[in-house]
C-alpha cells in the first residue's frame, strides 16, 4: 500500500494512530510525545499528521498553536515527502525536528508552495550518563512561595531565547505546582531548571536560567548536573535540547555527562 498521511485534529486520536512510532524511539520523539500529552492535558487548537505504510504509523507532524513551526518525528524520506504534501495545505511559518527530516519536509515544502526555505536553528539532543554525583543540598523543588521570582526568570528566559509567547503566570503555577521546576540555593535563589512530565521513561530538561549577574560561577552547572542525577535516581532516562551556537550550554552539559544523541534543524519558510 502507497504511504499516506492522516490528519486530524484531535491530539488524543494523534497519539492513538501514531503510538508506536512515537514510542518506538522515546529519546528521538520525546518532544513531541510530551506536546501531544500538554494538548491532551490542556487543550489548545492544533493540527496533527500520522504518517502511516498501511496499518504502520512511521511519522508523525504537530503543529500547535497553529500559528507556530510545524514540529516532525524522524521518518524515511519517502515519509516526510508525503508528510510534507499533507502540512502544505495549511499555512506554517516553518518546520522543525530531527535534522534529515525537517530538511526533507523543508524542501518538499519550497517545490509545493513555490517559495523558499532557510536554516534557523541548528541544535542537539543529548542524553544523560552520569560521570559523578554533585553534592545536591542545595537542590531544591520551586514552591508557589516563589512564584513572583519564577514568573520573573519564566519571562526573561523566553525573552533571552526570543519567544516571548510561551510564558504565562498560568505555565509557570502549572509548572510549579507538578514539581518540574528547581532551583539552586545556597542561602539565595541562584538558578533554575525544569524537567518534563516522564513518558515513556523519558524526561527533558528544560527552561535552563540564571540571571545575568549570577553568571560564570557554576551555578547553572550544578542545578543541572543534580537535577539529572535526581531524575536518574528515580530510574527515569533524562535529556536535553542544546543550541549549537551556544558554545558554553554545549560544553557544559558534556562535562556533566551528556552525550549527543542527535541533531535538530528548523527551517523557516519564505
Not at 499516506?4 to 488524543?12: G, K
Request: hydrophobic fraction near 40%; include cysteine.
Amino acid at each position: 500500500m502507497p504511504l499516506e498521511a492522516v490528519f486530524t485534529e484531535d491530539p488524543a486520536e494523534a497519539l492513538r494512530v501514531g503510538r508506536t512510532h512515537l514510542y518506538s524511539d522515546p529519546i528521538l520523539h520525546n518532544l513531541i510525545l510530551t506536546l501531544l500529552a500538554a494538548r491532551i492535558e490542556n487543550p489548545r487548537p492544533g493540527r496533527y499528521w500520522v504518517v502511516k505504510d498501511g496499518s504502520e504509523p512511521v511519522g508523525v507532524g504537530f503543529q500547535s498553536p497553529i500559528t507556530f513551526f510545524a514540529s516532525v518525528t524522524r521518518m524515511s524520506r519517502e515519509a516526510a515527502s508525503v508528510l510534507a504534501e499533507a502540512m502544505s495545505r495549511f499555512d506554517a511559518p516553518g518546520v522543525n525536528g530531527e535534522a534529515a527530516t525537517s530538511a526533507a519536509v523543508a524542501g518538499r515544502w519550497t517545490e509545493l508552495r513555490s517559495c523558499a526555505c532557510k536554516p534557523t536553528f541548528a541544535g542537539r539532543i543529548y542524553e544523560f550518563f552520569p560521570l559523578h554525583r554533585p553534592e545536591t543540598d542545595c537542590l531544591r523543588p520551586a514552591t508557589l512561595e516563589d512564584r513572583d521570582l519564577m514568573e520573573t526568570w519564566f519571562e526573561d528566559f523566553s525573552n533571552e531565547i526570543g519567544e516571548p509567547q510561551t510564558f504565562t503566570p498560568e505555565i509557570v503555577e502549572r509548572v510549579v505546582g507538578a514539581g518540574q521546576a528547581f532551583i539552586w540555593d545556597d542561602g539565595r535563589p541562584r538558578s533554575l531548571a525544569c524537567v518534563t512530565a516522564p513518558v515513556a521513561n523519558v524526561t527533558r530538561v528544560q527552561r535552563v536560567y540564571t540571571p545575568p549577574e549570577q553568571r560564570n560561577k557554576g551555578f547553572a552547572t550544578l542545578c543541572v548536573s543534580a537535577l539529572s542525577n535526581l531524575m536518574k535516581d528515580r530510574g527515569l532516562r533524562c535529556i536535553l535540547y542544546t543550541d549549537l551556537a551556544n558554545r558554553t550550554s554545549n560544553s557544559v552539559y558534556r562535562k556533566v555527562g551528556y552525550r549527543a544523541v542527535a541533531e535538530v534543524t528548523r527551517y523557516e519558510f519564505f
